[in-house]
């Protein structure tokens, strides 16, 4: 494997990584303005 292979394999994981980042669901514990946490702790 040559560097321009390395690169490119870099810079693939780069972007997957951050269209992964943009799919991201952030607001999983809000429901309809409420906030929820959940413990597993029992």
């Given at each position: 494997?040559?560097?321009?292979?390395?690169?490119?394999?870099?810079?693939?994981?780069?972007?997957?990584?951050?269209?992964a980042r943009?799919?991201?669901?952030?607001?999983?514990?809000?429901?309809?303005?409420?906030?929820?946490?959940?413990?597993?702790?029992?």
């Amino acid at each position: 494997m040559d560097n321009r292979e390395s690169l490119r394999d870099v810079v693939f994981a780069y972007h997957t990584v951050e269209e992964a980042r943009e799919c991201r669901a952030t607001d999983i514990f809000k429901f309809g303005g409420n906030v929820y946490a959940f413990d597993s702790t029992t």
